[in-house]
């Protein structure tokens, strides 16, 4: 299952959750059930939900001399597909400018043309 599908049967709160952990690019547990205005019982159920999705990671930590856990996104898998003409790579990638005229930028074009969907 993909990351769209299962992001598609969370609940509203785990949505809300999940929007929040990206937004920040992480947060502590204690502070996360605050900020969604969920009881600290339901933020728990929360982010073991989203954690046992795959959709974020939970590490043990200490804050403010207490106990919890530091919520963050999971790596997302990247598609490269796009960058792609055939087995080549997109000649931009690493690039500041690119040669219209150059022979690796006209390859490319010519495998991208060439490439059946």
Do not use: C
């Not at 709160?13 to 019982?41: C, N, P």
């Not at 996104?73 to 796009?82: I, K, M, Q, T, Y």
């Not at 990638?93 to 490319?108: L, N, P, T």
Request: no cysteine.
């Amino acid at each position: 299952m993909s990351a769209s599908e299962i992001e598609s049967d969370l609940s509203a709160d785990e949505r809300a959750g999940l929007e929040l952990i990206r937004e920040t690019g992480g947060i502590h547990q204690s502070d996360f059930w605050k900020k969604l205005d969920v009881s600290s019982r339901k933020g728990s159920r929360i982010a073991e939900a989203l954690e046992e999705s795959g959709l974020i990671q939970r590490s043990d930590t200490v804050y403010d001399g207490h106990n919890t856990y530091y919520l963050e996104p999971a790596p997302r898998d990247l598609d490269f597909s796009l960058l792609m003409a055939g087995d080549m790579l997109s000649p931009f990638i690493g690039e500041e400018e690119v040669d219209a005229q150059a022979d690796a930028f006209s390859q490319w074009m010519m495998n991208l043309a060439y490439e059946e969907y």
